[in-house]
């Protein structure tokens, strides 16, 4: 979610740690050996739009530090991190490296690689799809015990492409594939930019969980849609939300982006058809208006106390009943447990998989 969040900080101080690599590996592809040293499979992964992840290490790391490091995620999905990629002016970028061919941003990717050099992150394998500017971005940690088979980075799930602006990382393990989205903000007008973007992504995104029902998927990330009245603070604000006095000729586009009728309808659908479940929902039937939402607006002015669910956990069915636990981990207009960002993470633990346990 893009508009209406907290005005982005100056950067802050940091105290770097000491430095050693981080880890750099972008070959899809893992070793048959080391795959089939690493059987158990992951069942812990947390998801966070951080709303700028060099901005959250400058500023928000200590805390979220001790935030991995008591939940101890086996898979960390991040979003929005709006850090180029590698490549200078006017040449080819590489999405699945950081830039540093200019002084600002070698120093930028210093900070970060010293920041994930550190407990717990250096426990970690990070794979990154960025976009060519300080925009949007996906990052992949696993757990190094956890060797996935492939790591692809766009709905086609080709290894080499990449999203537009970096908003696909997939991961295929060896009885289910995790992916992390970074998914098109719907915009208020019918525009290329805006709906009908965020439709062709929608259709693109059935035709992807379509195609990949051979194996259960576990989607998630920042969603950009709140998919029932329940998963929104204030329904009827939301609907009737406007930009600038503009109203869409079609009444299903009217609305706050990510609480259209058009784009839960679409969603919706993708649920149905794709046999998938939300995770949360599966879990907490009710409303809760402390804990319910994983999007909050500006603490200051009409968006003040409005939230919205739009940070998902969504399981193929086949795995529904291995879910342990959802949970979203911020509370109260305060933004509590936010670590700086618009979003707070969401965690989702199931249970082991018989078939993957360690003898």
Known sequence: MKRFFQPIEKDGSFKKPTLSSVSEQTTETISESAAAENKKEPTKFLTWNANSFLLRIKNNWTEFTKFIESLDPDVIAIQEVRMPAAGSKGAPKNPRELKDDTSSSR??????????????????????????????GTALFIKKCFQPKKVSFSLDATGSKHEPDGRVILAEFETFRILNTYVPNNGWKEEESSFQRRRKWDKRMLEFVLATSDKPLIWCGDLNVSHEDID??????????????????????????????????????????GKLV?????????????????????????????????????????????????????RGIELDGFYGSDHCPVSLELSEDADTKRV
């Open 107 to 136: 120093e930028e990717k210093l900070v970060v690689t010293r920041a994930l050099s550190s407990p717990p992150f250096k426990n970690y394998n990070v794979w990154w799809s960025l976009s060519d500017s300080k925009y949007a």
């Open 232 to 273: 929104v603070s204030h329904p009827e604000f939301f609907s009737a939300a406007k930009l600038n006095g503009y109203i869409p000729p079609n009444k299903e586009d009217c609305g706050q982006p990510g609480f259209t009728l058009s784009e839960r309808r679409r969603f919706g659908a993708i649920l149905k058809e």
């Open 278 to 330: 939300d995770a949360y929902r599966f879990l907490h039937k009710d409303k809760d208006m402390e804990c319910g939402f994983s999007w909050s607006g500006n603490p200051v002015g009409k968006y003040r106390g409005k939230r919205m669910r739009i940070d998902y956990f969504i399981v193929s069915e086949k795995l529904k009943d291995r879910i342990v636990s959802c949970e979203m981990h911020g």
